[in-house]
């Protein structure tokens, strides 16, 4: 009986200890699973981050991509292109059949299989093109109406900061109304030119519709039909957004997010926008300074803003601008009040200050050459200390510490002994960013001070946080004295090597960084305002005053609005689709600024996500 | 006089309460045994569950703290070294470390430029615990 009993009892035990281990095991089998199933999303976002990588160089992307390894081998992913399986459809007019029925146009359907440690996982991804607006592609200028420009005018176009590749910058009207002067360019004085690098593009064959006088241009097309303008629904996306929180107060900078103002507004100061900003406005909108970091700003009327005082060395700042009525960029004169004040101050200023435009342009034309050699005592080198530091020593134009030394200072400090005017303060704030010592470091600080620290570990983590745009300071003296001790004259007596440019992209990509910077950044015409991103409009566009563009300007008019006058030109009357340059206005388009443009809003967005 | 139906008991001889307890001792035993290793089968699981939190912690925080323009350019790795070279707040919390239920997980983080996708940045976190316990996660960033 006992015997029996204590079976029993054991058999009891055995089923309820079956029972507890199977849930131990469960439990780890299920922990075990849910940890490669997490792994596998993840890598399905490493798949998506390449992917969007992929779509912006080339947005028709569409090849198979089979068991790609993630970049640190944790997983790999396959991404078929069929009806059954991912659809690109980014580009195309009408759907395309997918896997759950038609992909509508301007989105991606992408099927991600992933494996991780021999488990697969699949997750579908819907993109799209969130603004509607196609990527650029070399379209420095459009208008649909007339394109006017006077003065001093460039446009040119390069890949991105760090590319070296040159970019067309085209200039394009689509009107077909076949007038005289659709497109045309005058100087203002008798030095004036005029640079296009791409096509200039009308409809048309009016001989004088296109009156470019001495201009040089690329190319030119006269096509039969006109290329179709970009659509941003700029109304309809103000419309749907006024319920967002009200704009911070001028002064602080605005954080991730998205915020509106239901009626005209003066923003008084520069409006900084940080890590991805959406701002709707319902009106008329002031900025009585800039718009700079990353974000877009729609605004249902008319738009008037100056530029920037600087610019970043990254196209991780660049804002996309959508105004359904006329922009207006104004910029300030400040070369000419530059000029003014040297001569005004007389003595050592003119030379100065006319020897500082000299060695803007001069440092520009060199680096520029193909195959300079950069080095740590070259030519360029003694013409930046000449600019940052109080050396003239070396100068290729002479031993003259009275024009030749202390250049950007020197000009600060007469500047600083002005009365206050917007002028004065916006180029105060311009003599800061080219160079403004650092206390305690008082050789470092701006563009043209010496990078920061000493020996080549800060030399090249300042070369790191120059490219990845955290800075500008010490730009030019970094990245030169880099490309000298690794591949210039200095590189047989450095422990840096080729092998050092690696993580930069090479030396290619570097020089590119310093001569693209600097083309924008103009030195020679220090009195110029940037404004960094897209500029697209349904009124017109005018820019006066050295205004220097980073992106591009589409002005594609609503026939229903009127006709408008800028602010600082108030006797030209100009039409919805309408673009005017006056008096010195560079356009440099940089293919990674502008599809990068609109920070929150950028190009390509994940609408919807499913896990399978 | 009839026979009585039922016998008296007898009660349990000794030999048989003695097999009985040794049985039962045996199978107890071995049900111990047993049960301690699916305890720390369990635990093992547990540790391992919050290894991963930690894990999508990080992750998640990289992402609200900025994603790819947090992620420093070219290649390298954060093992929690003092001193330790983070570069404008990276890695974030809760490298280098978090200590949960008394058990401490260490992180570890290497990041990578891509190589061809000049606008992808790859992060792989490792978190360790105890003496072997040790989960991976990678995910990459673009702009």
Known sequence: MILVSTLLLISVLLMLLAAALQSARRGSFTTQTRATSVSGLYVAESALAEMKARFKINPDWDSDLVAVKTPLEVGEYTILFSRSESVNNLNGSGTKPGPYGDVQPGCILLRIHTTVQERDRTVDVVLSNKNKVPPSNGEALLGTGKVKMLGEVSLSGVGGYNDPATVKADLISTSKADEDGMISWAPIDSLDSALITGTVELPGTSALALDLGSATVGDFSRPSSPRTPPVVDILGQVAKNLSHPALPAPGTTVPAGRYSLPTDAVYQGDLVLVGGVDLYVDGDFTVNGSITGEGSVYVSGKTTLKGSTAIMSSADSSVALYSHDSVELTGFEGTEYMKNLADNAGGDFPALWANTQRDGREILQEISAPGYDFGLTSAADYRMASLGQNESYGHPNGNNPNVEANKLSRMAALLASQPASPTQEFLQKKFEFLRQPIPGDELAGGVFGFYGGAGDQDLLQNVRDIQSGLTTDGLFDAVNDLLAKTVGADAASSPLTEDDLKEFGGEDALKALLVNSLSAISLDRPGTSYFQGKIVTHGSFYAGHEVSIVGSIAAVGDPTLSSSSPIANPTLTLNPGDIQLDGGTQVTYFDDVVNAAGGASKGLKVHHWLAH | ?143
């Open chain 2, 1 to 143: 006089m009839a026979r009585p139906l039922i016998r008296p008991s007898s009660g349990f001889s000794i030999a048989e309460t003695i097999l009985a307890v040794g049985l039962l001792a045996v199978a107890l035993l071995a049900v111990i045994g047993v049960f301690l290793s699916g305890l720390e089968m369990s635990r093992k699981s547990q540790d391992k569950a919050i290894a991963l939190e930690v894990g999508q912690e990080f992750f998640e925080n990289l992402k609200t703290a900025g994603g790819y323009s947090t992620i420093p350019p070219g290649a390298g790795r954060f093992d929690g070294t003092v001193p330790d070279s983070q570069v404008s707040g990276f890695p974030p919390p809760p490298y280098p470390s978090i200590e949960v239920n008394g058990v401490s997980y260490e992180i570890i983080v290497h990041y990578e430029q891509h190589s061809s996708l000049a606008e992808v940045r790859a992060v792989m976190t490792e978190i360790h615990w105890g003496e072997t316990g040790r989960t991976t996660l990678e995910t990459s960033f673009s702009p």
